[in-house]
């Protein structure tokens, strides 16, 4: 092979890149032993020698982070990374999205939190140290393996992760037989001279929402580790509750951080997507709802477990099944199984196994701790890896065995954990705090377990169509629902949004409900008769609320019983948490973290329920029919408007003035006339128009205090503003008429004397003026397109321009067979237009502010746990 | 028995429902072979565009309805009226899943679709 030197190429931040991939992973492995080690020894050097491993370790990922900057800062296009996601024209400020719109990218980002938390932890000592170090590496060495790129010398085909600091021209050797190189001369040593730019951001994530929105969330999804570490540690040394104590601030951060994450990514999507609104059940938002709502379930358990000592085994799930369904969430989201059920999953970068392997490494790993014998440990650890070893032999995940082997695995740890802790036997009461926050924990299980079955179904699909019976149980049933099953053809519901609905509004009228109540009971055992009492205020303040909300908010028990009662709920929380606030913490803030939390949460409920029951279509067509073949509930939710022609739109008059382009983005004016309040405003929802992808709106919004009108252009022609196109030749007698543009055009006749309205310059020339009247509604214009000689030879035009009806005319005196005829020559400029929705969100106030009190509210309990575990 | 297990059992049970729910909800991935054998229900089918059909289309006419020829995995074309503002890219989807059923006229009546686009990688390697 021969070998070339390429020119203008900065191969030196690469290959520092990767040495720093390799150091990191190396280093976390080490590392991961090296605490490992001194979890079992106590020896001062092997802590010293982890410790220092960690070091390293962490300035090994500040220096991959640090090596992308530059590749992408420096518009280094020679690497695959910049090419693809960067280019020239980026402001400084979007190229830190640059990181988290390839997969490699994020995982770097993840990367980057974790060795973060683990500093932290590192920097304070504890005895959990080293075991939750070790584990937090060991996660660490496998998500820097995603980024390594190496390809496995014995197994062809197969690549060890995807890295971002590959060339452009190792990916796509063509770019070296571009046919520019030939036709320019160009040596292939000098590629670099055509590659000038790169392909650039999407769109999309040039947002603000969009700078923060992933670091927070890939924040959150890096915290969830570290419950789940100490939860593990405490299997491990076999210290089976004291870990609850430190981990409970972690497991509340991871809570906070998460959530914040979660609804940032509401706030983009509703600020900057035009699927209408900021929560689409899409497969990839469920996927990151789904740990939210279990780690807040876990934590309720874990303060159960603080002041009772019960519900330990429901504690261990909860936080370890946290992390397993964060990474469950990342094989969704990047192996590609989810392919067409959602819009905006990544491809699969090959990684799909390895990030299989990933998850299964971590639901094996508590499993295996949970032995208390060491021996029986390594024996799990054997049939463990016997196994692994059989599926690559076998060249594919076997499902049954895994399944099987999964489903042991999961019987094994039950039964490890009665078997080194017996049950608490004693009676619960009823009327106990921990009995009710138990029973809410579990429907918040619930709410998360239905979210989880039907994002799942594409990976059901995969596992049932690999498993022969259920064509065997089709044979004997003959339930279609079986052979779909067989065939992996399940599909989403059609109206998958109601799907959900109907199923998680039950449960959010329980969890309201609860979160109103829980708080009044005490601990152990409570007094049925300061209960009752409690219980009567807030319920009769409650319905008060709800029957002065219901005209409020125009919501009636004929739009739906179960609405009325969703409201009733939401408002029994808020009271409930109020009441308490002032009844029994008596504004103590310090302590009122739960309360306000919960009333964010009722207050964020209300504003979902207004938002969403009350959200109307106000672009409602109702020009168009589709005809006779369709049902009326096949809505319109899109006009057509015409340029400066106002529109009725319900209370409002919008007219669509005109656009303007700035930078890539073209933002169209539409102005609102409000009827009802006579007040007047303009929006411009802008779209970006990308070549593959097609036109890219993004929504502008008017913010009222009690509701949003939300628009976005659906489509727009493509020409530009003021373009003339060619309307076509027409060839006529004097008299004669057509419709241009829609108007009347007649030729009325053809001067050949000047009028007034021609410079004297063309004094002495021949000329043939045609008079041509443009008839546009009520008004008529006269255009004179003139054909000109000079001096006997030279011919020119001058056309002329009906403003109104947007036609151009030219004219050409013609001869046919011997007659005069003339040749009127238009062009036009057609009318402009926007196609686009608008949807009035009443009341979405309530959910940002429910939200931040929430966050707040978290924040607090926080505090006050860290401050308990200091004394 | 504890009042716990009663809560447990309950749990349990509606959690089964839930799982059962999502199976019963499903809807099913089709070719337009067995859509047509059930004219009127809702399936969701996998389908290419043909682009030497044509797409027919007039934003004045009308801004939510355009019709093309869809080709299924069995290789079937289809008349598929869709009833949604074109998304602009379609001409370029790979793949389009549609949502909809067969009509009395045997044409595919769309009420939703989501477009699958080439990533932008794709292309312009050869435009640079």
């Not at chain 1, 020119?7 to 290959?15: F, K, P, S, T, V």
């Not at chain 1, 409650?542 to 009662?565: D, H, N, Q, R, Y």
Request: aromatic share 14%; with cysteine.
């Amino acid at each position: 092979m021969e070998t070339i030197t390429f020119n203008g190429e900065h191969l030196a931040a690469g290959n520092w890149g990767h040495f720093f991939v390799v150091l990191s992973f190396i280093t976390a492995i080490f590392g991961a032993i090296a605490f490992a080690v001194h979890v079992k020894s106590q020896n001062e050097t092997h802590r010293q020698i982890a410790r220092a491993t960690f070091f390293i370790h962490f300035i090994s990922v500040l220096g991959i982070i640090i090596s992308l900057f530059l590749i992408i800062y420096n518009h280094y296009f020679e690497y695959q990374y910049a090419w693809q996601h960067s280019s020239l024209e980026l402001p400084t400020h979007y190229m830190i999205s640059c990181f988290w719109e390839g997969q490699e990218g994020s995982f770097l980002l993840w990367l980057f939190w974790e060795a973060v938390l683990g500093m932290v932890i590192m920097l304070k000592p504890s005895q959990w140290q080293s075991p939750v170090l070790a584990i937090v590496l060991l996660s660490q060495a496998v998500l820097s393996s995603m980024l390594l790129g190496i390809e496995i010398p014995f197994l062809t085909d197969y690549k060890f992760g995807s890295s971002p600091f590959i060339l452009l021209r190792e990916v796509d050797p063509s770019v070296l037989q571009l046919p520019v190189l030939t036709m320019q001369g160009i040596a292939k040593a000098d590629y670099m001279q055509v590659i000038v730019n790169g392909t650039g951001l999407n769109p999309l994530l040039q947002n603000y929402w969009m700078v923060i929105h992933p670091p927070t969330l890939f924040f959150g999804f890096a915290t969830t580790i570290i419950p789940f570490a100490y939860a593990v540690s405490g299997l491990w040394t076999r210290k089976y509750k004291e870990w609850m104590k430190p981990a409970l601030p972690w497991a509340l951060t991871s809570v906070m951080v998460l959530g914040a994450g979660i609804i940032m990514g509401g706030v983009w999507a509703y600020e900057s997507l035009s699927f209408g609104g900021y929560w689409a059940w899409d497969p990839v938002e469920n996927a990151s709802l789904i740990p939210w709502v279990v780690l807040i379930a876990g934590v309720h358990v874990m303060v159960i477990n603080r002041v009772t000592g019960s519900s330990l085994i429901l504690s261990y799930l909860l936080i370890i099944g946290t992390f397993i369904l964060v990474l469950y969430a990342t094989f969704l989201t990047r192996s590609g199984v989810l392919g067409d059920t959602s819009v905006h999953s990544f491809t699969d970068l090959g990684l799909s196994q390895q990030l299989l392997v990933f998850l299964l490494m971590f639901v094996f790993l508590p499993v295996i701790v949970s032995f208390k014998q060491t021996r029986a440990r390594w024996i799990y650890f054997g049939v463990m890896l016997v196994l692994f070893v059989i599926n690559i032999l076998v060249g594919k995940f076997i499902v049954w065995l895994n399944l099987l082997f999964l489903l042991a695995s999961f019987i094994l740890f039950i039964q490890n954990f009665y078997a080194h802790l017996p049950l608490n036997k004693k009676e619960e009461s009823t009327f106990s705090r921990e009995f009710w926050m138990f029973v809410g924990s579990l429907v918040l299980l619930l709410s998360a377990i239905q979210v989880f079955s039907t994002t799942s179904i594409p990976v059901f699909n995969k596992i049932t169509a690999s498993l022969g019976m259920f064509d065997w149980l089709y044979n004997i049933t003959g339930l279609q629902k079986f052979q779909d099953m067989a065939n992996g053809n399940v599909a989403q519901d059609i109206d998958v949004i109601r799907h959900y609905n109907s199923w998680q509004l039950p449960f959010a009228v329980i969890i309201a409900l609860l979160s109103g109540i829980t708080q009044f009971f005490a601990y152990k055992k409570s007094s049925k008769r300061a209960l009752l009492k409690n219980f009567t205020i807030v319920f009769i303040t409650s319905i008060v609320l709800t029957a002065v909300l219901m005209p409020v908010f125009k919501l009636w028990f004929s739009t739906g019983i179960l609405l009325i009662l969703f409201l009733f709920a939401s408002t029994f929380a808020i009271v409930g948490n109020s009441w308490f606030i002032y009844k029994a913490l008596r504004f103590k803030w310090k302590l009122s973290g739960a309360a306000l939390a919960h009333i964010g949460f009722g207050l964020m409920m209300i504003g979902v329920l207004v938002s969403s029951a009350k959200k109307q279509v106000i672009s409602e067509n109702k020009l168009y029919s589709y005809g006779d073949n369709f049902s009326a509930s096949e809505n319109r939710e899109n006009i057509l408007l015409y340029q400066n022609q106002p529109f009725n739109m319900a209370q409002y008059v919008v007219t669509y003035k005109g656009d303007t382009t700035i930078g890539p983005n073209t933002f169209y004016e539409v102005h609102y006339y409000d009827t009802i309040r006579d007040q007047e405003f303009s929006l411009y929802p802008n779209a970006q128009y990308n070549e593959n992808q097609g036109l890219m709106p993004n929504p502008d919004t008017r913010h009222y205090l009690t509701r949003d009108i939300y628009t976005h252009v659906s489509l727009v022609p493509k020409s530009g503003e003021g373009e003339w196109e060619a309307d076509g030749k027409h060839t006529m007698a004097i008299g004669d008429t057509m419709i241009v543009n829609k108007s009347l055009v007649i030729l009325e006749g053809v001067d050949r004397t000047l009028g007034d309205t021609i410079s004297k310059q063309l004094a002495g020339h021949d000329l043939h003026i045609a008079r041509v009247k443009v008839i546009t509604g009520d008004s008529a214009v006269v255009a004179k397109p003139v054909f000109g000689i000079k001096d006997g030879q030279g011919i020119y035009n001058i056309y002329s321009v009906a403003e109104y009806a947007k036609i151009r005319f030219n004219y050409m005196p013609k001869e046919v067979e011997g007659e005069l005829m003339h040749e009127i020559e238009t062009d036009i400029q057609p009318q402009r237009y926007i196609v686009m929705k608008a949807i009035a969100f009443p009341y979405i106030n309530l959910l940002w502010t429910g939200t931040i009190v929430m966050l707040l509210g978290f924040f607090m309990a926080i505090r006050r746990r860290l401050k308990e575990n200091r004394k | 028995m504890k009042s716990t297990h009663i809560v447990i059992l309950v749990i349990i049970a509606v959690g089964i429902a839930a799982i059962l729910g999502t199976y019963g909800d499903a809807s099913t991935t089709v070719s337009f072979k067995e859509a047509a054998e059930n004219p009127g229900k809702s399936f969701h089918v996998k389908t290419y565009l043909v682009k030497e059909k044509g797409i027919e289309f007039n934003a004045e006419i009308d801004p939510e309805k355009f019709i093309f020829y869809g080709k299924d995995g069995n290789g079937e074309v289809r008349k598929v009226i869709c009833l949604k503002e074109k998304p602009q890219g379609f001409e370029h989807a790979e793949e389009i899943k549609l949502i909809g059923h067969v009509n009395g006229a045997n044409e595919f009546v769309a009420t939703d679709l989501q477009t699958k686009c080439p990533s932008k990688y794709e292309n312009e390697i050869q435009d640079i």
